[in-house]
Every structure is written in C-alpha cells, then in structure tokens.
C-alpha cells in the first residue's frame, strides 16, 4: 500500500484478517466495478441468482456443497447471531458454551459469548453463558450433562485472545459429547476461515463436521459480507432468519472474485508454503519465545509487551501488524498471496527494530 506522500507500506495484517488476496486486486476490482454497472443492491424480496453462484462456488470449494445451506448476511458478529439463534431454534434449549479468551463479535448474543467482560453490557448479560477452559472435555461433559446446553462455540484458532487453538482430541471428543445431547456445535470460522489455516475451513484439520459454520472476514476482501452454513439435518423454516443488506449484488459479486482467486490462483497451497518459510525465518530471531496459530494466522510470542514493537514496525520500517489480548503476542494476518519475499522484508526489519 502507498500513502498520499507515496510512501510504501507492507501490511502483514489484512484489517484483521479481511484482506484476503490483496487490496486493489483486479479481479475483485473489475467484478464490482462491473457489478456496480448493472444493479448494486436490491433487497431478498426478489431472487439474486449471484447468491446462487456465490454458494456453488462456497460449497465446491470448501467440500460443505452436500451437507449444508447457506444464509448470507453483512458481518461476522451478525453471523454468530444467527448462528446462535439457529441452534436455539433447533433444539429448543437456550444456554451456550464457549470458551476463555474467544471473541466472537459485539452484537447481544454474539458479545455474551465472548470472553471479555467490559464490552458485555447489563442487557446483554443475562444471555443464559458459560465460559470454560479450552481443552477441557471433562468441564464441557459436566455443563451438557445438565440438559439445558443449546450450542457450543468455539474458535478453532483464536483472533483476539491470542491464537491459541483446541487439539484434535479435544475437538473430535467435543464433537462427540455435543452429538450424543443434541447440542450444536458451532465452529467460529470468521477469522480462521476462507483458507487462512492452510484449509478452507480450520475444522477440517480436526476431521470433525461442525452443526453451523459462521463466516465473515475473508468473505469479500474488504466488502462487507458474512455467511452462515447450517447442516442439513438442521431443518429451516420461511422466517427462520432474515437480513436486509446480506447477500445484495455488490456482496455476492466481492464474494465470488474472492473465491474464484482463491481457486485459480491455489492460495491455500501458498498458505502452507509461506506458513512453513515463515516458521523457519523467525526461528533465527532472538528472543522469539514460540510461534502460535496455523496457516497465515500466526503470532510471534515475545518475553516483552510488544505495544513498543508495533510502534516501531509501522512507524520507521512501514510495516502493519496486530496485536492480541496477550501484550506479548505479534500478530500477522497477511494476505494469502502474500510472497516469500513480503516475508523476508519483516524478518529483516523485525531483526534491525530488535536489535
């Protein structure tokens, strides 16, 4: 990226996440710009065949095109909602389980769930949550036991708590207990999703098939948009949900360049490519404790806060980076074509800021 003085900028951290093939690309450039021609926005009371070609594309390219529906709608918070409501919908049960440090978003249900009491307002408190340790199947056991559990939530990598992840194990004896009970399981893909892990999904490197998938980020490259798959054994209903603005001609045109990049230009391979060069280039830094995340969500972990860190990568070396509920935790969210040479100008830069 370039500023008004033309200088420029390398951001190794996409919007947290959003940019995922690349500001200004011209495909998805040319598919809006094309879009924006023809009719931008036009509400769901009339058939949108884009919604059609968008969720072909979706199910082909994630192996979900069988056993799901999809439900588009505008953010990530908005898809947990529903994601939420869906499974309450289903079940008739009303509590939620997730899990300590998860995020999943700022809306009432959606915030209830998340891990960080001062952004919980009173109203959105007395949403029926229990927050457990990750990676303890026996406290989950024990909560679900009790009958009242509607879903569970989980990111299978963690944004803002700081990339820690569920192990297989736990995940595929999660995904056992909840299908016993009735219980949805849903994987919070907003972040994780859409490549970033390697895998279309990050689920998929459990070998688990979640109820619900809540997407988002990736989704549109910088347009909003978000998505929400729902198993079919999950039966929806007319009015089940509804969106004004999900799934407009504008969106599902971002959307589908997005997924027809991310196809022919194989980002997935180069995700586990350059997550591999990656973890190699920063294992010759001093003072890097351990590399957290998978795929192209990742974060260097630091004996220090790294709030000074950050400072000085975008500021003297213009380089964009995150940082995470851990002080101590750099984060890197890169497109997904990003090259092996973006990689070695933050090695570079990293090792001068440290030293």
Same mark, same amino acid.
């Given at each position: 990226?370039?500023?008004?003085?033309?200088?420029?900028?390398?951001?190794?951290?996409?919007?947290?996440?959003?940019?995922?093939?690349?500001?200004?690309?011209?495909?998805?450039?040319?598919?809006?710009?094309?879009?924006?021609?023809?009719?931008?926005?036009?509400?769901?009371?009339?058939?949108?065949?884009?919604?059609?070609?968008?969720?072909?594309?979706?199910?082909?390219?994630?192996?979900?095109?069988?056993?799901?529906?999809?439900?588009?709608?505008?953010?990530?918070?908005?898809?947990?909602?529903?994601? !939420?409501?869906?499974?309450?919908?289903?079940?008739?049960?009303?509590?939620?389980?997730?899990?300590?440090?998860?995020?999943?978003?700022?809306?009432?249900?959606?915030?209830?769930?998340?891990?960080?009491?001062?952004?919980?307002?009173?109203?959105?408190?007395?949403?029926?949550?229990?927050?457990?340790?990750?990676?303890?199947?026996?406290a989950v056991a024990i909560e679900i036991?009790?009958?009242?559990?509607?879903?569970?939530?989980?990111?299978?990598?963690?944004?803002?708590?700081?990339?820690?992840?569920?192990?297989?194990?736990?995940?595929?004896?999660?995904?056992?207990?909840?299908?016993?009970?009735?219980?949805?399981?849903?994987?919070?893909?907003?972040?994780?999703?859409?490549?970033?892990?390697?895998?279309?999904?990050?689920?998929?490197?459990?070998?688990?098939?979640?109820?619900?998938?809540?997407?988002?980020?990736?989704?549109?490259?910088?347009?909003?948009?978000?998505?929400?798959? !729902?198993?079919?054994?999950?039966?929806?209903?007319?009015?089940?949900?509804?969106?004004?603005?999900?799934?407009?001609?504008?969106?599902?045109?971002?959307? !589908?360049?997005?997924?027809?990049?991310?196809?022919?230009?194989?980002l997935m391979v180069n995700v586990q490519e350059i997550e591999a060069?990656?973890?190699?280039?920063?294992?010759?830094?001093?003072?890097?404790?351990?590399?957290?995340?998978?795929?192209?969500?990742?974060?260097?972990?630091?004996?220090?806060?790294?709030?000074?860190?950050?400072?000085?990568?975008?500021?003297?070396?213009?380089?964009?980076?995150?940082?995470?509920?851990?002080?101590?935790?750099?984060?890197?969210?890169?497109?997904?074509?990003?090259?092996?040479?973006?990689?070695?100008?933050?090695?570079?830069?990293?090792?001068?800021?440290?030293?």
């Amino acid at each position: 990226m370039w500023d008004q003085e033309y200088n420029k900028y390398l951001d190794l951290y996409g919007g947290h996440g959003v940019i995922s093939i690349g500001h200004a690309h011209p495909v998805h450039t040319t598919k809006i710009k094309s879009q924006l021609d023809q009719i931008a926005f036009y509400s769901n009371a009339v058939q949108n065949p884009l919604q059609q070609e968008l969720s072909d594309k979706l199910g082909q390219l994630s192996g979900c095109k069988d056993d799901y529906a999809l439900f588009l709608c505008s953010t990530g918070a908005e898809a947990n909602e529903n994601a !939420i409501k869906v499974a309450s919908f289903y079940n008739k049960k009303s509590r939620v389980i997730a899990f300590e440090n998860g995020f999943h978003g700022r809306t009432s249900a959606a915030v209830s769930v998340t891990d960080n009491k001062k952004i919980i307002a009173p109203v959105n408190a007395h949403n029926p949550v229990t927050i457990l340790p990750l990676n303890d199947i026996d406290a989950v056991a024990i909560e679900i036991a009790k009958g009242d559990v509607s879903s569970v939530i989980i990111e299978l990598i963690q944004g803002v708590g700081g990339l820690d992840q569920p192990t297989t194990a736990f995940m595929q004896a999660l995904r056992k207990v909840t299908q016993e009970n009735g219980v949805c399981l849903i994987a919070d893909e907003v972040q994780s999703g859409y490549g970033r892990s390697g895998k279309f999904f990050a689920f998929q490197h459990h070998g688990i098939v979640p109820d619900i998938i809540p997407m988002a980020k990736g989704m549109g490259n910088g347009y909003p948009i978000g998505g929400v798959l !729902i198993a079919n054994h999950i039966a929806p209903w007319y009015g089940m949900l509804g969106t004004t603005f999900g799934g407009s001609h504008l969106a599902c045109a971002a959307g !589908i360049a997005v997924l027809d990049v991310l196809k022919e230009e194989n980002l997935m391979v180069n995700v586990q490519e350059i997550e591999a060069y990656f973890r190699v280039a920063v294992s010759k830094i001093p003072g890097v404790k351990q590399v957290k995340g998978r795929g192209l969500m990742l974060g260097l972990e630091f004996d220090f806060e790294v709030g000074e860190l950050r400072k000085k990568l975008i500021y003297n070396e213009r380089i964009f980076t995150g940082g995470a509920m851990n002080k101590k935790l750099l984060r890197i969210l890169p497109p997904l074509n990003v090259r092996k040479e973006d990689i070695d100008v933050f090695v570079n830069a990293l090792q001068k800021t440290l030293d």
